[in-house]
């Protein structure tokens, strides 16, 4: 069986802000975040661009014993997907479900550029 891997990156920054990418079967319509790793058989997947916001399903803060606390959240997006992420709210704010969101460029621990979610201002739940 032939193994290939997929080579679009799951988001990519724009000058309108991040814009996360997901993947779009061609033969079933099925969307999927993020994409595969890899595509098995002949697959075909192609990119698609999600919508710039969602809207905060459910989170949880994280409290990792001594270092400080962090969110993480499910965001349900327009075309029907729900994607995980950190979540970065402003000073003491707190997430509240239903809080309009949109990501934005995150930089974990070891320097890896990844995506997190922060509320749009002016949209309340």
């Known amino acids: 069986m ?3 891997k997929y080579s ?5 920054t724009e000058a309108g802000g991040m814009t996360l990418l997901g993947a779009r079967n ?9 994409p595969p790793e890899f595509l098995h058989g002949g ?6 661009s999600m919508n710039a916001s969602g809207s905060l399903y ?10 400080p606390a962090y969110a993480l959240g499910m965001v349900d997006f327009e075309n029907g997907l729900r ?3 950190r979540l970065t709210w402003p000073g003491d704010a707190v997430p509240a479900i239903g809080d309009a969101v949109r990501a934005v460029a995150f930089t ?3 320097g ?5 979610f922060e509320p749009v201002q002016g949209v309340a739940a």
């Open 43 to 48: 697959q075909a997947a192609e990119p698609i």
């Open 83 to 85: 994607v995980f992420g």
């Open 58 to 67: 459910t989170f949880t803060t994280v409290h990792p014993g001594k270092a």
């Open 108 to 110: 974990l621990a070891d």
């Open 8 to 12: 679009e990156n799951h988001f990519r």
């Open 112 to 116: 890896t550029a990844d995506y997190a």
């Open 2 to 4: 032939e193994i290939t």
């Open 26 to 34: 061609p033969a079933t319509g099925e969307v999927r975040f993020p």
